[in-house]
């Protein structure tokens, strides 16, 4: 890999893939990009639509944010906990970068082909109904197969990038090790019309913290919001058809949300979910290729980090593309570093808290959040760690140093 500019393949036009395409050919690669589905309008279905803060830059380099703040709500998470709500006005603002940002909450039926359309504006060749079939790894490029629709059609490239989601067929035909991590929730989740919490002007996603549990409360564009809960998926509480699952979903949110009514929702759409969704890890390279976005890891969508670490990986990739073109490092060693040292840290912390600590009480969670909830900058730091504008370390080390500070003064 010794060219100026690199010939790239990317499975999967998606947020990861399309971002990592209109990256790469910003700084000069050539790039074809294939995409399974047929319609230029498909979306991802399970998904809840919180873009975290942390992606606003990218969304800015990819040409996307107008659009977002357009068609999307501006949005920042307020946590309910049992010993208080984290909340704080204003953008999520990281003190050490000085950044402000939003979160925003828009609908994949509308980001995911507004991101394709952005792939045409750049001339970027788009292969709509083409699919990955297998790859052959040379010295210094790769042959890749494609059903081209109906067609078998072979490729060449330099570098084949997975874009192609958690069930990613090119790291399977590759034998890219998998490491799973148990999940111990599952959820489910439905669209509702007539919200009625005036929220809409305030712009908060509502995360309410209720035992081993949690709730979200996302406000959508059009007065339409989704309720999604999760919960131990060891409860012998499921309910099995769509009525019950909508009656669930809405009695949880009753008591978990005291202060607000839910009378006036009415479902709008089918109930979607999961019983097992394993957190799962696969290395972000070999020779020739480099997976991102769910591809390479996908974590408990409670964590709501899923499209960020998909923009953020395709982000990292192009950075390691320029040092590879300016400094002549090696492209996919590059990537892997920076992998390793920005999106790992997130993704370890994320992985721990999907498992359920069966001896925490009420009286524990309250004990763990009370520093926070007493101290003005450890709320922000919370938002900021859930957001991804921090890292964990950096919040534990914030979190215990107050909490030492605090238990001087509150004896
Ligand atoms: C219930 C649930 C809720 C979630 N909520 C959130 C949330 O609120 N916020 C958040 O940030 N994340 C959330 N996520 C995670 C988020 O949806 C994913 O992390 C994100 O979509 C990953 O993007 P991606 O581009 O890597 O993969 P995907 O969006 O899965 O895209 C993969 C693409 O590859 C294509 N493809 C697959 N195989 C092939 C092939 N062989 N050939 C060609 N194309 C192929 C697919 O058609 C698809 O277009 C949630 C996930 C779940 C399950």
């Known amino acids: 890999m010794n060219k100026n500019n690199l010939n790239f393949i990317i499975v999967g036009a ?216 999760y919960y131990d998926n060891k409860s012998e509480n499921k309910p099995s058809n769509q009525e019950d699952r909508i009656k669930f979903i809405l009695e949880k949110m009753s008591n978990a949300f005291p202060d607000f009514s839910f009378d006036s929702l009415k479902c709008i759409s089918n109930v979607y979910g999961y019983n097992h969704f394993p957190n799962q890890l696969r290395n972000p390279i070999s020779k020739n290729i480099a997976l991102i976005g769910d591809a390479c890891a996908s974590v408990d969508p409670l964590s709501g980090v899923g499209c960020s670490m998909a923009l953020k990986s395709a982000s990292l990739l192009t950075e390691a593309y320029i040092s590879f073109k300016q400094d002549g490092v090696s492209f996919l060693d590059e990537y892997l570093k920076k992998y390793q040292e920005e999106i790992m840290p997130h993704l370890n912390g994320i992985i721990a808290d999907s498992r359920i600590n069966y001896n925490q009480t009420k009286e524990s969670i309250q004990k763990k959040y009370l520093p926070i909830i007493r101290d003005k900058s450890l709320r922000d730091d919370y938002l900021n760690l859930t957001g991804r504008l921090i890292y964990p370390k950096d919040f534990q080390k914030r979190y215990l140093f107050s909490s030492i500070k605090q238990s001087k003064t509150h004896i």
């Open 14 to 229: 998606s947020i990861a893939g399309c971002s990592a395409a209109i990256m790469l050919k910003k700084n000069g690669a050539l790039v074809t990009i294939i995409e399974r589905s047929e319609s230029i309008d498909s979306y991802k279905k399970l998904c809840t639509h919180f873009i975290q803060p942390i992606s606003t830059p990218i969304l800015q380099e990819i040409g996307l944010l107008d659009f977002v703040k357009e068609n999307g709500l501006k949005s920042k998470a307020k946590f309910y906990t049992p010993a208080g709500v984290i909340e704080s006005s204003g953008p999520y603002s990281d003190k050490e970068t000085s950044t402000e940002s939003y979160a925003y909450n828009i609908e994949r039926s509308v980001l995911d082909p507004e991101l394709r359309k952005i792939l045409l504006e750049h001339d970027i060749e788009l292969k709509m109904n083409a699919s990955f079939k297998e790859v052959t790894i040379a010295e210094d490029h790769c042959i890749v197969t494609i059903d081209d629709n109906g067609k078998n059609t072979k490729l060449e490239c330099d570098v084949l990038i997975a874009a192609d989601g958690r069930t990613s067929s090119v790291s399977k035909f590759c034998n890219f090790q998998q490491q799973e991590f148990q999940n111990d929730r599952l959820t489910i989740f439905a669209y509702f019309e007539g919200y009625p919490f005036g929220e809409l002007e305030t712009h908060q996603s509502h995360f309410v913290i209720d035992g081993n549990d949690m709730g979200f409360i996302y406000p959508l564009k059009k007065g339409k919001v989704l309720l999604s809960w």
